[in-house]
């Protein structure tokens, strides 16, 4: 099982669940020493791998196979949960290209990288899962003002898994986004609800059956709109 921004938040509940039920897990975040703390503080510490994988970057992309490769012949999940600029105060009629470019760069380019890095190890598991930790601020139903580089990035992640989802049906592999809910966490702010519970919603799609869905959009196991 591999998290990215596996650090604090969401990624960090995701790491602790799987590892808590046992779970070989390879605990990601941008720089070894953030890796290393957080898989310091799991009770299961001891089958949880940490790895340097800033997603921007094409070296650790690499880098982040050939360490799982020292551990394991296969990836049976991918959980691609890094992001950032959830850019409360900026408006698409205004934006700043920079801020817009980076938000691609992680929570799109990002996932896309880490996929490809990996794609070969989860060809190798009899059961591969891709989840995409997407949100309903990418929603083009509820498409609306504000947050446009985070709502513009999660709705290129949507449509980056339904043509991942495509293209690796013949494969096995099952292929989702997900939205965690709104979630107490450092992007999320207070008021939302306990990471618990936006990891559950996460981990519900890491959990299907082989005839389970591929190339959908989903919130606590319920389909949601494109
Ligand atoms: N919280 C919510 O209400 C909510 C709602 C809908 C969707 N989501 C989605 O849920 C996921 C997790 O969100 P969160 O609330 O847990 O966010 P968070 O608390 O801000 O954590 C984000 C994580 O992503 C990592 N990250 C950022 N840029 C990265 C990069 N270039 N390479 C590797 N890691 C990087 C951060 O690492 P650093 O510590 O190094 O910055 C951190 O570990 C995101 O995809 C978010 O869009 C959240």
Redesign the pocket.
């Known amino acids: 099982m591999v998290v990215?921004?596996?650090?604090?938040?969401?990624?960090?509940e995701l790491a602790r669940q799987l590892a808590a039920r046992g779970d070989l897990v390879v605990l990601?975040?941008?720089?070894l020493a953030?890796a290393e703390r957080a898989a310091g503080a799991l009770p299961g510490a001891r089958r949880v791998v940490p790895v340097q994988?800033?997603?921007?970057s094409d070296r650790d992309a690499a880098g982040l196979a050939e360490a799982i490769r020292a551990h394991s012949d296969r990836v049976d999940v991918l959980i691609n949960?890094?992001?950032?600029h959830?850019d409360t105060g900026q408006r698409a009629a205004g934006a700043d290209l920079g801020i817009v470019h980076e938000a691609l760069e992680?929570?799109v380019i990002?996932a896309w990288r880490t996929t490809l890095s990996l794609l070969d190890l989860l060809r190798r598991s009899e059961h591969p899962r891709i989840v995409n930790?997407?949100?309903?601020?990418g929603s083009l139903q509820d498409m609306g003002s504000g947050t446009p580089a985070?709502r513009v990035s999660?709705a290129a992640l949507n449509a980056l898994t339904r043509t991942l989802a495509a293209d690796l049906r013949g494969d096995g592999m099952l292929v989702n986004a997900v939205?965690?809910?709104?979630?107490a966490?450092?992007?999320?702010g207070t008021g939302?609800r306990p990471v618990t519970d936006?990891a559950g919603s996460v981990l519900w799609a890491a959990d299907l059956p082989d005839d389970g869905p591929t190339g959908g959009f989903f919130r606590d196991g319920r389909a949601i709109p494109w």
């Open positions: 990215t921004g596996a650090n604090r938040g969401i990624g960090f990601t975040a941008r720089s953030k994988l800033d997603v921007t949960n890094a992001a950032i959830y992680t929570n990002g930790v997407s949100s309903g601020a985070y999660k939205c965690p809910g709104w979630v966490t450092d992007m999320g939302g936006g």
